[in-house]
């Protein structure tokens, strides 16, 4: 293991200062993703920049009724918030869903979006990967695939991102905020995440040297009525192999609101817009939720070991909805 | 409890629940396990493995690494000390050259040693070796199994010869009324005990001593004196604690290398295995791909049975997992074939895990008898209960004793097997689909040649000293159990000794033998102690020792069969939506001879049930074909159950005390484990009606199958 300089930053101008200063530094959160990638290897840099005491760890109500969440508010803190019990019941869900409480005590909201995927190859430093390597070859391709991406993949990197708690923000519309030595700055979870293309290594659109400050959430009445079903192979500890976060409001029978993201089937938590678009206005039955799935997964590609996805993710759909449609109509 | 347990001599202790004697040490931290026992002037070593698959060691690049911080020096092929493999071992086998490090330029698997770093701290150990540069001249492997192998060949080993067969199997399959035919697989499974590999070496005034983490020291410490052309007298190996085993821990390369290098340095050094290294170090269960065929009249009774299991070993070293052995003890037929088979691949050589052979074995033919009950409409209990042998299938030898129909009666009986409907797919608990399975288990069990000393002590306590290894199974309690009845005093008054070498031969902890072997030896010293302290004119300060050996009397032992059994029940809940398979409730009952310590045999049997619960529905190493190294060769990538996995689980026995054991002591620690995979695939096609003949059963799979059979 390299050895790495160390520093606590106590407020955001400090640690953007400490970040700018060393092109080598790299901001610690809970650390529960960074610190194993610089057990193996995969992560190497020569400061760790600790954010984690910066005064960032409030859940506040916006003035429209949205939430604003700090970046170093733990999972643990996120999950266990009232008002994101009430008004954003599977954000709660999808954190809780995640890791095991020991890791969800340390992970904060800002590096649970930062975290790198779960990929074997990205996680083994003895084998080609283009997310670490850029130019090296995706062995996942042709490889060990099953749990790899169905869903705006490209040739050079199948990799899915393996947050849960994103899923559900994606769901909901979140803005991430963030610093820079140059001021302020927002960007819509929705366009937080860079597209694969031939650039895997390039993950998010945050700017050199930025430090994630928080995220804000708007209202979202349908919201309320909203459940994540994470599915993965083993009960606890897991990552998804498919996962959904789902929002309903019906009026007379008919579909008035609707939220869907995908997780564990993209490079980044997938707002599944096809879907709630051909579901929007619609009936509310299993017909027209199994159409949406369809509408929505007519983009996957996917590859020999992983087709199941499909299969899934329509299933998930189909259940998740309607069960909130039974909930609503109660 | 259901029935009391009785043995062959007056109990006290044995038989009762008695807690950990070394339990306070280890909650309160004050157990030392071997990779934390302090040394003065000690240094770390760190091995590099080859990040190539087959090919030669072109150059080792140590002058950089050398150079840097705390670096001692670079063991490899070019100048590491010289060992002798030429040898049989006290296993009765050959030495795995993966052991005999830095030889030669040889690769011939992923993650094969190629150096030892050794330096002042173990980060500085660890930051050199990854740095070291190590070139190859790399050549093209083949690390694809399937059951397609035209090299493959019957394989004799530790389970019997490659190949049994008796009768007309053709004939007898073409006049049974109900013939089965399936093809079963089960993947390549890791060990991962909690505690690593770990090994520290020194040389003390001529004398190499070990202190190690592992399954037998005197085993140890014979390899080593082979290896290293030492006296065996001369080589000391002490393992006080160990924090798991299970078949992996024996002689490994980590204890090699740091022999050599406390050797080269002339001072204390430890090497650790990483999680990651012990996926290609620790030895491994090899995938199997079995072919069972079963022929049965209408009753339902056996006329064929054939099973076939072709497993992997490496290029260098021939390890069977044994996958046809349950079907020479299980059931009979008037033609009856068993055959394991091997093929040699460019992998790391394969090991003993937790009942090895009986684990996945067990898998494909209790499926397949499954799979005859629902062929032939009969319930799977009732049609294992008529073809029940009166003697060893293969062998006409006698049972020693064979309580399985008790087990399967009162399992039946607990788990409420009397109302189950036997149609698949009919019961439903909102998205989950329910079904029950059951399962038979076997494992053979014998005992070993073993020497203890007891020794009357002047203050009225004793001490009894045998080389046992306690891998978590709870032995020196057990064996404190022991000695205090053979002593006929209480527990309090016996101390028991263990894990080391000087304490004379014993057998090790392995293959369900350690505890009846060693209570054998035990029991024999104590008896004599007795004698000899009821002869005597009080103790002497020094203490009134006796020593006992268990040879002559366990090499008189009649032949027979000797096997511990057992009946698997599970529940299963199946969302065929999503394939998520969930176990709701396990139950195993066993015919294992006498307990000694129903608490933590309950422990061990429950401990197997839940590895059976990750074999069925978890277990899976991924060997990546294109590097040939394993995908996701970690604790996240490669899933054991967790605590959320495991549901209601109980583990109980009947009474079976073996008649040829002085205390009655069969073997518990496999037998817990064999069957529960069979147990929930069937429970998964009962619930489903779809039959999965592969492991894990993991969602995608059941996605895959779809909802119908």
């Not at chain 1, 606890?236 to 009026?251: E, H, K, P, R, T």
């Not at chain 2, 009166?390 to 399967?408: D, E, K, M, Q, Y």
Request: negative net charge; contains cysteine.
């Amino acid at each position: 293991m390299k050895e790495f300089g160390y520093q606590r930053a106590a407020d955001v101008s400090g640690a953007l200062a400490l970040l700018d200063a060393d092109p080598d530094a790299r901001f610690l959160g809970g650390g529960t993703n960074l610190v194993d990638l610089m057990k193996t290897g995969v992560e190497r840099p020569g400061r760790l920049v600790d954010v984690r005491e910066l005064p960032l760890d409030r859940i506040e109500s916006t003035e429209d009724g949205g939430l604003r969440i700090g970046a170093t508010v733990t999972n643990s803190d996120l999950a266990a918030h009232p008002d994101v019990r009430r008004n954003y019941p599977a954000l709660t869900q999808a954190v809780l869903a995640g890791a095991s409480g020991q890791l969800r005590n340390m992970a904060t909201v800002g590096g649970n979006l930062l975290q790198r995927t779960r990929c074997g190859y990205f996680s083994d430093v003895s084998k080609p990967c283009n997310k670490r390597v850029p130019g090296s070859g995706c062995s996942a391709i042709e490889g060990e695939h099953h749990n790899h991406a169905i869903l705006g993949a490209s040739d050079h990197c199948v990799a899915t991102h393996p947050s849960d708690m994103g899923v559900a923000l994606t769901a909901f519309d979140a803005v991430v905020d963030y610093e820079t030595v140059d001021g302020p700055g927002q960007l819509a979870l929705t366009d937080f995440y860079l597209p694969v293309g031939d650039t895997p290594h390039r993950e998010t659109a945050l700017p050199p040297g930025a430090l994630i400050t928080g995220v804000t959430l708007p209202p979202a009445p349908v919201a309320a009525n909203s459940r994540y079903r994470k599915v993965r192979e083993r009960a606890s500890y897991a990552f998804a192999i498919g996962s959904i976060a789902a929002a309903l409001d019906v009026q007379d029978g008919v579909v008035r609101d609707v939220r869907l993201a995908f997780g564990a089937v993209a490079s980044r938590p997938w707002r599944a817009h096809a879907a709630e678009q051909a579901l929007t206005g619609g009936p509310v039955d299993a017909a027209a939720f199994a159409a949406a799935a369809d509408a929505e997964l007519a983009a996957a590609r996917p590859l020999p070991h992983n087709g199941y996805k499909v299969t899934l993710m329509r299933n998930l759909v189909v259940a998740v909805l309607s069960e909130l449609a039974e909930e609503a109509g109660r | 409890m259901t029935t009391t347990t009785t043995g062959t001599r007056p109990a006290q202790a044995v038989g009762t629940a008695h807690t950990r004697v070394e339990g306070p040490d280890k909650v309160t931290g004050a157990a030392r396990y071997a990779g934390e026992i302090p040394f003065t002037e000690l240094a770390h070593g760190w091995l590099v493995l080859s990040t190539i698959t087959r090919g030669r060691i072109r150059s080792v690049e140590d002058a950089a690494v050398l150079e840097m911080p705390g670096v001692l020096t670079v063991l490899h092929h070019g100048n590491a000390p010289r060992v002798d493999t030429g040898y049989t071992g006290m296993m009765g086998m050959s030495p795995d050259p993966t052991i005999a490090v830095f030889q030669h330029d040889r690769v011939p698997h992923a993650g094969w040693p190629v150096a030892l770093v050794v330096a002042e701290t173990s980060e500085q150990a660890r930051e050199a070796a990854e740095a070291l540069v190590v070139h190859y001249e790399e050549e093209p492997h083949n690390v694809t199994f399937s059951g397609e192998h035209p090299d493959a060949y019957p394989a004799p080993g530790v389970g019997g010869p490659g190949v049994t067969e008796k009768g007309d199997l053709a004939a007898e399959l073409a006049a049974s009324a109900v013939v089965l035919d399936a093809e079963y697989t089960t993947p390549e499974e890791h060990h991962n005990p909690m505690e690593p590999h770990a090994a520290t070496a020194h040389w003390d005034g001529g004398r190499l001593e070990v202190v190690d983490s592992n399954q037998g020291t005197l085993w140890v410490a014979n390899e080593l004196a082979n290896l290293f052309s030492l006296d065996p007298a001369s080589v000391r190996v002490r393992s006080e604690h160990v924090g798991g085993g299970f078949g992996s821990k024996g002689v490994r390369a980590h204890q090699v290398a740091a022999v050599m290098a406390a050797t080269v340095l002339a001072r204390p050094v430890r090497v650790v295995m990483t999680r990651r290294q012990m996926f290609s170090l620790a030895g491994y269960r090899s995938p199997t791909t079995q072919r069972v065929r079963l022929g049965a009249d209408a009753e339902g009774r056996l006329r064929a049975l054939e099973h076939d299991c072709l497993s992997l070993t490496s290029t260098v070293h021939e390890f069977v997992e044994a996958g046809a052995g349950p079907a020479r003890v299980m059931y009979d037929a008037p033609a009856h074939r068993t055959a394991n088979r091997l093929v040699r691949l460019d992998v790391p050589s394969p090991t003993f895990m937790r009942a090895p052979g009986e684990a996945p074995g067990s898998f494909a033919l209790e499926s397949a008898v499954d799979e005859l009950a629902e062929k032939c409409g009969i319930d799977p209990i009732e049609l294992r209960l008529r073809n029940e042998p009166a003697a060893g299938p293969v062998s006409g030898l006698p049972f020693s004793t064979r309580n399985l129909p008790a087990c399967f009666r009162e399992g039946a009986r607990r788990f409420g097997w009397a109302d189950r409907d036997p149609r698949p797919g009919v019961r439903r608990d909102g998205r989950w689909l329910l079904g029950t399975g059951t399962a038979a288990a076997s494992f053979f069990v014998g005992a070993m040649p073993s020497t203890a000393a007891a020794t009357a002590e002047a203050d009225g306590t004793f001490t009894v000293r045998i080389n046992a290894s306690d891998i978590g199974t709870g032995a020196r309690t057990a064996l404190t159990l022991i000695a205090a009845d053979a002593l006929q005093v209480p527990t309090d008054r016996v101390r028991v000794r263990i894990g080391d070498s000087d304490f004379g031969p014993a057998m090790i902890a392995g293959g369900s033998m350690g505890t009846r072997s060693w209570a054998w030896a035990v029991t024999a010293a104590a008896d004599a102690l007795r004698e000899r302290v009821a002869l005597s004119d009080g103790i002497p300060p020094e203490g009134i020792t006796v020593r006992s050996d268990t040879t002559d009397a366990v090499g008189a032992l009649a032949q027979k069969e000797r096997h511990s059994f057992g009946a698997q029940f599970a529940e299963v809940a199946v969302d065929v939506a999503t394939g998520e398979v969930r176990v709701r409730r396990m139950l195993g009952i066993f015919a294992a001879g006498r307990i000694i310590n129903p608490l933590t045999a309950r422990g061990q049997l429950t401990g197997g049930m839940i590895w059976g619960i990750s074999m069925a529905l978890h277990e899976e190493a991924i060997r990546d074909e294109g590097t040939g190294a394993l995908y996701g060769a970690d604790l996240a990538g490669y899933h054991v159950a967790t605590n959320a996995d495991v549901p209601l689980i109980e583990a109980d026995w009947v009474d079976d005390p073996d008649p040829d054991d002085p205390v009655g002591i069969k073997g518990i620690g496999e037998v817990g484990i064999v069957g529960v995979a069979a147990a929930i695939a069937n429970a998964v096609w009962h619930a489903t009606g779809v039959r999965h003949r592969s492991l894990p059963i993991r969602p995608d799979r059941v996605l895959t199958a779809g909802p119908h059979a």
